[in-house]
């Protein structure tokens, strides 16, 4: 089903509606003005996908000693103590179609994969609202008074990445996490002679590769390749923040790509806050009553 193309490249009207129904965080920002290129209901998307094609790492067989430095590189990423619930302010910004701009959000994400993504106005309001659990997602159009919903594997979503790339591993993307796991390889990047990839096995036939160095704290880059041999996800990282002995470590800047959406995006993390107590209901929307309903399956 397509969306409206008013959806993609709609402008922010100025008008403000009542907002009620549903939890929102109480933090103040000022939104940038200017035109929302993305599709509302493709706003998780926007947070870890984007078009600018990608390219497949060059890759070398380490020597022994080589393969024995990668496998203490990670181990020591794999000690990092990651968060398992975060609490971000960012600035989501885009480039495609000859259009770029930005916005500033709020993002609340589990490691269990639900997300909230909120798009507030002066008043700390949602002019978008974004949730999704594995199960399914809804978006909220203020504005417009409109509602989209549906499963979140529906069929404008696996246009762009494969059912199987579950929103756990998002998530775990998304924090820059290293699996818990052995790797069924590692390389030496071609290019620098510190730095080592780690190739994991995901279901359906994925691969996720990991590149890192021993002169920073996270890995610099993850890659998601699907069946057929695109790129899916390719982030690269800067950061991290919190690294005070004890805290968690995040990225500060993601940098999103991938074979499949006609637009790049960052992703520049503002404010963290660290252990975050916020109540798992924000990822189970209520819209109010009056807006109407539009199911994408």
């Known amino acids: 089903m397509a969306l409206p193309r008013k959806l ?3 402008e922010f009207r100025k008008t403000k509606m009542e907002l009620n129904g549903y939890p929102a965080t109480g933090r103040q920002h000022n939104i940038q003005a200017g035109r929302m290129k993305i599709l509302a209901a493709l706003l998780w998307l926007s947070l870890l996908v984007a078009g600018c094609a990608s390219h497949l790492p060059a890759l070398q067989d380490p020597t022994a000693v080589e393969q024995e430095q990668g ?3 990670l181990e020591r990423l794999s000690g990092n103590r990651i968060p398992q619930r975060i609490d971000l302010d960012l600035v989501l910004s885009w480039h495609g179609y000859g259009q770029s701009g930005k916005v500033n959000g709020e993002l609340q994400a589990t490691g269990e994969g639900e997300f909230r993504f909120a798009v507030p106005d002066p008043l700390g309001r949602p002019l978008f609202l974004f949730a999704a659990t594995p199960a399914r997602f809804i978006l909220i159009d203020n504005q417009q008074g409109h509602v989209y919903t549906g499963p979140v594997w529906n069929s404008l979503v696996r246009k762009y990445i ?6 756990p591993l998002i998530y775990a993307l998304l924090v820059d996490q290293v699996p818990d796991q052995e790797p069924e390889s590692i390389y030496r990047d071609k290019k ?4 080592f990839w780690y190739v994991f096995g ?3 036939q994925c691969v996720r590769m990991i590149l890192a160095d021993e002169d920073h704290l996270l890995p610099l880059r993850q890659i998601v390749i699907g069946p057929d041999k695109h790129v899916v996800l390719d982030l690269s990282y800067e950061g991290p923040a919190g690294s005070e002995a004890g805290r968690p470590l995040v990225p500060t800047r993601i940098q999103i790509a991938g074979d499949g959406l006609p637009a790049s995006f960052q992703l520049t993390i503002h404010s963290w806050y660290p252990d975050p107590k916020f109540s798992r209901k924000i990822f189970h929307v209520q819209p109010p009553s009056s807006f109407t309903v539009e199911n994408i399956q």
């Open 8 to 10: 993609l490249f709609g």
């Open 71 to 73: 496998r203490l590189l």
């Open 162 to 167: 494969p059912d199987r790339i579950s929103l």
């Open 192 to 195: 620098a002679t510190r730095a």
């Open 202 to 204: 995901l279901p359906g």
